[in-house]
């Protein structure tokens, strides 16, 4: 992690330049099991190429005797792939969603702490890698939409199904979605959004 | 072919905090400074993932490699993501950098709108009609 006067910087290029009105931005975190196509959703929507932050994080051992101190800890880095969309002059939404182990991102302050909401990116094939990522959501009260990315040799569950399966509210909306496609990806951030608004219109937003 | 099936989990109450700890110790892990001066006790601004940073002038003599690298970034608004993506450097090392940039008032932060306990249907409103010109 060097970092000398001689390297280059590679800014973002002139095309991607927010306008000086820009005055605010909000977040949508997208979460899913790995590999479920989470990048994939980010770019699909994104305006910009999607860019990578990370966090290097230390975790104390568990159970290790104290004497050991800090060479017990372990470092960890958690890289989240990211992507904005311009929604006005003004207002900016950044799409987080990354490929690194779930547990993590829950570490990384004020991440769904600030979010409008989340999206959980889920696999038929593989449902119960969303089960934790599921859970800490409702946990934290961060409103969540489930949207389906369509795995042509996944098994195709009724929406019902997956509902009991998920052990999901009634209100709760599940999308089918295709993350690779652009028009598909925006569907899917629609109905956080209506469901979200929904949400604010009977005051259960929280 | 039936699913597996998954619990529902309720809204945590916010755990009491354990005796003989100061509150963010434990579960909260460390962040690490390499680059930068600050201790680990120093103090951050406010600084989320989506804060808008604008610079408010050009680089001055006296600023580091990194502030004068940071500083060329944000001619135009920038997040702190994106600067954190742009610079190679951690999150954290950002805010840092960024904090001692405030403080000497050669950059703007724009501050993220949050969900809020008030809904804000103007904002989900805008944001909607955003989406719908994809």
Redesign the interface.
Known sequence: ?D???S?T????RTED????T??????IVIVGGFGVGKTTMVGS?SEIRP?????????AGVGVDDNYGSDT?T???VA?D?G?????DQ????L?GTPGQERFWF?????F?????AVVLID?RR??VS?DV???L????VPFVIAVNSFPDG?H?PVE??R??????PDVPIIECDARR??SS?DV??TL??F??S???T?S?? | ????????????EKAPPEPGKKPGEG??????Y??TGATEDGDRAEL?????I?ARSDAPQSAT??Q??LL??CI????V??L????N????VVTVLLTELLTAELVQA??????Q?L???S??????????K?
């Not at chain 1, 207002?91 to 950044?94: D, G, H, I, P």
């Not at chain 1, 009991?164 to 509210?169: G, V, Y």
């Not at chain 2, 954190?84 to 610079?87: E, G, H, K, N």
């Not at chain 2, 724009?110 to 969900?115: D, G, K, L, S, W």
Request: net charge positive.
């Open positions: 992690m970092f000398k006067s390297d910087i590679t800014g973002p330049h927010l306008p000086h820009a005055q605010a931005a909000v977040k929507v860019l990578t932050t990370e966090e290097t994080m230390t975790q800890k470092a960890t880095t989240m990211f904005r969309i311009s929604i006005t207002l900016v939404l950044y987080f570490l990384w302050n004020g991440l702490e600030g979010a409008l909401g038929t449902l119960e089960f599921i859970g800490r409702e946990e934290r009260g098994p569950y199904d997956l009991t399966a998920l052990d999901l509210s652009r028009a925006r951030l629609m959004m209506r979200l608004h949400l604010a219109m005051g937003l929280t | 072919m039936t699913p597996p099936q998954r619990q529902r989990r309720q809204p945590a579960k909260i892990p460390e962040r690490l390499v680059l989320d993932l989506v804060t808008l604008v490699p990194e004068a690298a060329g970034l135009a608004p920038l997040s993501a994106e954190s993506a742009y610079l450097l951690p999150y954290s724009r501050a993220p709108i949050v969900r306990a809904p804000n249907r904002l989900l409103e805008a944001v909607m009609h955003g989406l719908q994809l």
